[in-house]
């Protein structure tokens, strides 16, 4: 049985309806809708607002009532390369989030490999960025990790585990040697992904994982946090936990922009009708 039946998700934030606009939530390697229990459960409770978003959370790990055998196919054995992965993010995002007007991806570490494999998948067929209006990735190696090029090392050499055998998203993380790196940021520069829509991206200085130079992409800015390691990122546990409110605030400023567009558009309009009179 999935995991996704057996933590308390919210499901919306705010009061209005129709919700127009989703922020779906994607989890890393070995992880699961439960990775976003405390951030979307805390989202709901802070926030006091009218406007509204629906929560959605993509689910693409395997779970078993077999403890060993979970555990060896989420974290040990061959699963899906991250392109893979990203096809199927495509089906979640037009199928879970066909309701919506806008979507804002929240991702942590692989999670967002996932998602800006699929926005290059997306733009290199239609040219666009579709719904998706924003990327927040919390602790995504976009460069790569040193861990997975040691888990790779260690397999290889130490335990003679063979090639295929080892998680292949794990050795496409690797640093430096990955090919998938290299041409997923390769695309993402060439398409000018990052002129499409708000990227953001957050790391935690303590993270021994995924650390700042594996986090950053290009010349533009990330976002820090002194306090925060590769996990607890994303869980926070005081009300204005700093990298919680990165994606809070972006949420806030986001209905209140479309408002805004809103309103001038309407001003517009009547502007054009008092023309069309005279």
């Known amino acids: 049985m999935p995991l996704f039946n057996k933590v308390n998700l919210p499901s919306r ?13 994607v989890h890393g390697l070995a992880g699961s809708t439960k990775t976003w229990e405390a951030f979307s459960s805390h989202l709901a409770k802070q926030w006091i607002y009218d406007e509204s978003f629906g929560l959605e959370y993509d689910l693409y790990t395997i779970d078993s009532k077999i403890p060993i055998y979970g555990f060896l196919k989420r974290w040990l054995l061959a699963g899906p390369k991250i392109e893979v992965l990203a096809n199927s993010f495509n089906t979640v995002i037009n199928e879970v989030c ?5 979507v804002i991806i929240v991702a942590h570490s692989m999670g967002g490999l996932v998602a800006r ?21 919390y602790a995504t190696p976009h460069k790569g990790s040193n861990i997975a090029t040691l888990y790779k090392n260690i397999g290889l050499s130490y335990f003679d585990i063979p090639f ?20 997923l940021n390769m695309d993402w520069d060439a398409l000018r992904i990052d002129q499409k ?12 994982i995924v650390d700042s130079e594996s986090a950053s992409l290009g010349i533009s800015l990330y976002d820090s946090i ?17 990298a919680f409110m990165i994606t809070f605030n972006y949420l806030k400023d986001f209905k209140r922009n479309l408002e805004r567009k809103a309103e001038i558009e309407e001003l517009n309009i009547l502007a054009e009708e008092e023309d069309a009179a005279d």
Do not use: W
Request: some cysteine; aromatic content about 8%; glycine content about 6%.
């Open 13 to 25: 934030i705010g009061k209005n309806e129709p919700i127009e606009s989703c922020v779906i939530f």
């Open 98 to 102: 066909k309701e919506y007007t806008n």
């Open 117 to 137: 494999q699929y926005l290059v998948d997306l733009v290199k067929r239609t040219k666009e960025v579709g719904k998706v209006k924003g990327l927040i990735t």
């Open 164 to 183: 295929g055998l080892l998680s292949r998203q794990v050795v496409q993380m690797c640093r430096e040697e990955s090919d998938f790196i290299r041409q």
């Open 197 to 208: 829509i708000d990227f953001r991206r957050v790391v935690g200085e303590r993270d021994f």
């Open 226 to 242: 002194s306090n925060k390691d590769h996990f607890n990122i994303i869980k926070p546990v005081v009300a204005k936990d700093p």
